[in-house]
């Protein structure tokens, strides 16, 4: 440790949050902060060119645009267009069409892919005179547990540099330091494999009418909006199958197949990957000063598009919760941040979880969880009540994530959260 600090060129800095990664997550903490008159700094691993490009996510969900709506910024950061809450499941070929709208008033989901709200967030924040600092590397925490933790980091350059701030905020998804900063046996990881494979395809090809989830006997494939002219497509696949074994030819026939769909545009395909499903939660997210936000935190199986949803909704409950500690030196919501954050995971992921294996096993599973699959469909399509739990869930305006009574952490908040 003296060896590190010695090096440093510059360590005078300090602010009160550092945010770590540049994601939804990261940037909606950075630029709720600075609506708050809250200073922070927010350090990048990669260019601005490249966290801009990254293409995932396509919704913000009803509750997600609220919540900038409730901070006056959904002009500012929501780019896309409105959605029209219908989402067309087709079961053999044959549509039904399910409302995901609740009816309820106020601004509703958008199409709004996940690099067209970072693009508008960065620059929100940047336009603001936030400090956001890319090509940052070998960031790490340190002194969490302390009063003042400190983040490191290197610049292009080679030199170090260090800020001392009150809070960290780890917002650099599954594959970044700030988890990893925490020790072991501080956090449980509860991971789940889903034993499903996907293969998820980027096409210049005209988008669908509405977003579309397909099942047939040859499994599960999916058909999503992500601008005027693009598309994203899932298409079911063995666990640890590799992109090169789906040529163009083979991936526009499956998708035909599945989609029952045999005049389906095609388009040049710019990007493909398979991943497999899983899901992941750490319980706390919290360690210290440091607070998880986001896919830091928690990973969910893409089915019922939750993730970025999760991460924003988390960054707003940090961002209230440090608001209220630095406005009125007042600790409740940092104190229960991480049990208000974890309710909403859970629901969430039973939500995913749920989704994925009905549409999944409707598809090629044996016969008796194929039966009990579409029988599920079958409430979903001609239930009322199944259809509006099923809306509320999609929006996120379900108030099971909301009526909390917060098991607050107890003792010493700084100190590791189970002590
Ligand atoms: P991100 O987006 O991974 O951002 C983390 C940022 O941290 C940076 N970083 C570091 N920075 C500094 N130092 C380090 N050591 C760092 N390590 C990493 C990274 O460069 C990056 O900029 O996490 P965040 O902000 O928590 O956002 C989470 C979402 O990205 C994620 O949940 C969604 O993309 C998940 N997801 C979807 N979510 C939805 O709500 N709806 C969807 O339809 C949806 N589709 C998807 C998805 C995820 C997918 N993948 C990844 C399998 C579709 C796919 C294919």
Redesign the pocket.
């Known amino acids: 440790m003296a060896d590190e600090t010695s090096q440093l060129q510059d360590s005078s800095e300090s602010t009160t949050v550092v945010v770590?990664?540049?994601?939804?997550?990261?940037?909606t903490v950075a630029t709720l902060l600075q609506h708050s008159g809250i200073d922070c700094v927010v350090?990048?691993?990669?260019s601005r060119e490249?966290?801009a490009q990254?293409q995932?996510?396509?919704?913000v969900?009803t509750r997600a645009v609220r919540m900038f709506d409730s901070w006056g910024l959904t002009d500012r950061v929501l780019g896309g267009v409105p959605y029209d809450g219908i989402l067309e499941f087709r079961v053999d070929g044959r549509s039904h069409l399910v409302s995901d709208s609740d009816g309820s008033d106020g601004p509703s989901a958008r199409l709004c892919p996940?690099q067209i709200l970072v693009q508008k967030l960065t620059q929100t924040f940047l336009d603001g005179g936030g400090d956001l600092r890319f090509e940052?590397a070998d960031?790490s925490p340190h002194d969490l547990t302390g009063d003042r933790p400190t983040v490191h980091?290197r610049t292009a350059d080679g030199t170090t540099h260090a800020i001392t701030c009150d809070f960290v905020a780890g917002?650099?998804?599954?594959?970044?330091?700030s988890r990893t900063a925490v020790p072991d046996g501080a956090l449980t990881a509860h991971a789940f494999d889903h034993g499903i494979g996907w293969l998820?395809v980027l096409a210049d090809a005209p988008p669908p009418a509405h977003p579309l989830l397909a099942v047939n006997a040859r499994g599960f494939a999916a058909h999503?909006p992500r601008g005027p002219y693009a598309s994203?497509y899932y298409l079911q696949c063995p666990p640890d199958d590799h992109p090169d074994a789906w040529p163009e030819a083979r991936i526009w026939d499956a998708l035909r197949t599945r989609l029952g769909d045999p005049a389906l545009v095609c388009g040049p395909i710019t990007d493909r990957?398979t991943?497999r499903l899983r899901s992941l939660v750490h319980d706390p997210m919290q360690y210290g000063r440091l607070f998880l936000?986001?896919?830091?935190a928690h990973?969910?199986s893409?089915m019922g598009?939750?993730?970025?949803?999760?991460?924003l909704y988390d960054a707003d409950l940090l961002a209230r919760a440090v608001r209220d500690f630095v406005r009125s030196d007042d600790d409740t919501a940092l104190r229960t941040y991480s049990s208000r954050c974890l309710r909403r995971v859970w629901n969430d992921q039973e939500f995913s979880h749920w989704l994925t294996r009905t549409l999944h096993d409707a598809g090629d599973a044996a016969p008796f969880p194929r039966h009990l699959a579409r029988a599920r469909l079958d409430r979903l399509f001609n239930a009322p009540a199944s259809a509006r739990a099923f809306a509320e869930l999609m929006t996120g305006l379900d108030p099971t994530g909301e009526a909390v009574i917060s098991q607050e952490v107890p003792g010493n908040l700084f100190a590791h959260g189970g002590d």
């Open positions: 770590i990664g540049a994601g939804p997550a990261g940037l350090l990048e691993r990669h490249h966290v990254r995932r996510a396509g919704i969900e996940q940052a960031v980091y917002c650099d998804g599954d594959h970044g330091v998820t999503f994203r990957e991943f936000v986001g896919d830091a990973i969910v893409p598009g939750k993730g970025m949803n999760l991460a």
